[in-house]
């Protein structure tokens, strides 16, 4: 996404996208109830819209504010998560759809009729991806709140088949490239990715696939909740905040009559697919499984060393460009497919759906490269730093144009509405 013309279509797709999620919500579905892990969807859009006004009209072509007195609403660090559902602070939604159709109108007009440099180009892609991320959220908010699936036109696809790939990787020790290089023109990266350096890693055995729902399903079976031992103190808080004050199975799982295991997906009760990769499980609960199964979560290194090898690849199978169609992204599959599909999207260790599917939890916590410079906007990444978990290769929900091996996403250690899973590591190699 470089030129003025791949930037312009981006725009287009990701205002479309982002519509979408809106525009098929009545009034009962936009006032939403007060949650932890989402926002209501008039602030969201508000927000992205900010970020185009802000650092594109305002700051590059010097205009005023387009909803005056709204700076503090819009901008995340300003207004606190709580603040975000008091009435009479977000606007009704003609009025913030005036406000988005507006800014995206002027930033439109601006990429058609100015020549833009490398730094405004940058601009783009970055409130572009800003965008992307927010439709996500917006994704993992319908998920929470048991809204209907989001229908995108074109995004029909059939579920790939298994292929019976199964067992470890094993990957060479030695050093690997981490992160992104420097900025430079062409080369887009968030700051929390950079700068790109050199780690050692010792040799290690990864799974080939992602861990399934059958394989945690004899986890639960097995008592493991109820194990105290295979929990650390902050798991075991983590248990201790569910429902009457435990916990006893994954966020969206439930059993039916009979006992057959079902899991909610967005409004409707499922049979649970037993060869599908686990999905909104926290971190907690990935580090239980592992110790029940003798096994361990990567580091950020590991998982890195493995997706890009020692060629410092962008994608796990190599070359420049994402190939959206090695992978579950972009609201198409929703984790449906089995673990062991998506043979095309290897990484040349042998690894399968590293891009994709769900976030990967790992035991890094989420901190700053040495040599880390804040971007444009200082509350990207710095309000993560330290009680964060670093998780990576992006999701089913996440937009493919946004992700690369070098991408860290960070969320807490107890989320579990985010499309989060995870692979395992043996312990001796």
């Known amino acids: 996404m470089n030129s003025r013309e791949e930037i312009a279509l981006e725009l287009d797709e990701v205002d479309r996208r982002a519509r979408s999620l809106l525009d098929d919500l009545d009034e009962s579905q936009l006032a939403v109830p007060y949650s932890r892990g989402i926002n209501p969807p008039i602030w969201e859009l508000g927000h992205v819209a900010f970020f185009y006004e802000y650092f594109l009209l305002r700051q590059l072509g010097g205009s005023e504010a387009r909803m005056p007195g709204y700076d503090d609403v819009w901008d995340s660090f300003e207004i606190s998560h709580r603040h975000r559902w008091t009435p009479g602070v977000v606007p009704e939604k003609e009025r913030m759809l005036d406000y988005y159709c507006g800014v995206l109108g002027e930033t439109r007009a601006r990429l ?5 440099s490398d730094h405004e180009r940058y601009l783009f892609r970055y409130v572009i991806h800003h965008h992307h991320m927010h439709i996500e959220s917006l994704l993992w908010g319908r998920q929470t709140l048991g809204y209907a699936p989001p229908i995108f036109p ?4 059939e579920v790939p088949k298994s292929t019976g790939i199964s067992g470890d990787a094993r ?6 490239f981490q992160g992104m290089p420097p900025l430079s023109p062409g080369v887009f990266s968030f700051d929390n990715e950079r700068p790109g350096h050199r780690v050692t ?9 992602l861990v399934t729902n059958g394989e945690f399903l004899k986890f639960v079976d097995d008592g493991g909740y109820g194990q105290e031992s295979l929990w650390d103190f902050g798991g075991r808080c983590w248990l201790a905040e569910g429902p009457g004050g435990s916990r006893e199975m994954p966020e969206y799982w439930g059993r039916q009559e009979g006992g057959t295991w079902q899991h ?8 649970l697919p037993l060869e599908a990769p686990i999905v909104h499980v926290s971190v907690w609960e990935a580090e239980a499984f592992c110790r029940w199964a003798g096994r361990r979560l990567p580091t950020e290194p590991e998982w890195e060393a493995a997706a890009r090898g020692l060629d410092q690849k962008k994608f796990p199978w190599g070359g420049e460009v994402m190939d ?3 992978v579950d992204m972009d609201g198409r599959l929703f984790a449906t497919a089995p673990a062991d599909a998506f043979i095309e999207g290897a990484s040349g260790a042998g690894c399968l759906q590293m891009m994709g599917t769900v976030w990967e939890w790992t035991s890094t916590q989420f901190l700053p490269y040495a040599g880390f410079e804040i971007d444009m906007y200082h509350y990207m990444s710095v309000l993560q730093f330290g009680d964060h978990r670093v998780t990576k290769g992006g999701s089913c929900a996440t937009c493919s144009s946004l992700i690369r091996n070098s991408y860290r996403q960070a969320y807490l250690p107890g989320r579990t509405d985010a499309f989060t ?9």
């Open 112 to 116: 058609a009729n100015e020549e833009i």
């Open 154 to 157: 074109g995004a029909e696809r």
């Open 171 to 176: 990957v060479d020790g030695g050093e690997y």
């Open 201 to 209: 890693v010792e040799p290690f055995a990864i799974s080939k696939t």
């Open 264 to 271: 909610r997906k967005f409004d409707r009760w499922e049979d």
């Open 324 to 326: 959206a169609s090695r």
């Open 421 to 429: 899973g995870f692979r395992t590591c043996a312990l001796v190699t």
